[in-house]
């Protein structure tokens, strides 16, 4: 990515605080009809950053959660956009939320960028690096003591029995994006995501690829993003979980549910 897109999503990163952080935990969430939750900032930082990709990037496409539909979908390269991962936490005032922006190829995740801003926490997979405020990644020891080994969870417990994952210390944070991200830089051992959607997804990817972490859902296949690419709705094309994590951790917990 050129610096002149750096400076473009760092532009996007700095307003974003400025739209959602006053309003949180005092706006009404509402119910979507896929059972999840939008607020009125979701609609509002989805417009902002949608509208600045487009002024920057007018040749690139756009897919954003909160669009009625998706910008030039068929450019082959694609912004994909969540622009509140963690509604339900944001409007209960709870503080894991914040912005995915990621950057596919022909459907293949190639730059990522996570913005949490209460946590203080903006994320940069950039020219094959992973940056956290602009420095370099470092990735946190191996757990030793087993009490300390945790699974992030999001809406699992209708496809799972989560008493087979046993032996690992099971959070969910609100936020699939941070998940993810908490996984690549080592602070836990795996996640599990049921049924979601791409914009739940592309903008972490690339930091768990670039650990050599793998995804695969509960039958053993493997993620597929230019499917989702292809779907109605960019979600699953079949309804069940997803597992992100080192080969063998993802083997570990599909065995238990084999």
Known sequence: MSSNHRHLIGRILDQY??????????VVADEKPDGSTVTRIDCEASEFVVATLKQFTPEFGIISEEAVEPYLAQADWQWVIDPLD????????????????????????????????????TYAYRDGRGLLNERD????PDATVEDTRNIMITAIHTYMDVRLLEGFRLHNLGSNLYHMISLAIGR????????CYIWDLAAALPFCRAQGFVERFLDGTPL???????????????????????ADQVQNVLRRFA
């Open 86 to 121: 963690g509604t339900a936490a944001y409007a209960r005032g709870l503080p894991v939320w914040g912005l995915g922006i990621g950057l596919l190829y022909k459907g293949e995740p190639q730059e990522g960028y996570l913005r949490f801003p209460v946590l203080g926490e």
């Open 188 to 195: 836990c051992e795996a996640i599990i995501t049921g049924p």
């Open 224 to 246: 597929s993003l230019p499917t989702m690419l292809n779907t109605e709705d960019f979600g699953f094309r079949t309804k069940q979980p997803l597992i992100i994590g080192p």
């Open 17 to 26: 605080d400025q739209i959602v952080l006053r309003p949180w935990g005092s």
């Open 137 to 140: 990644v470092q990735s946190l």
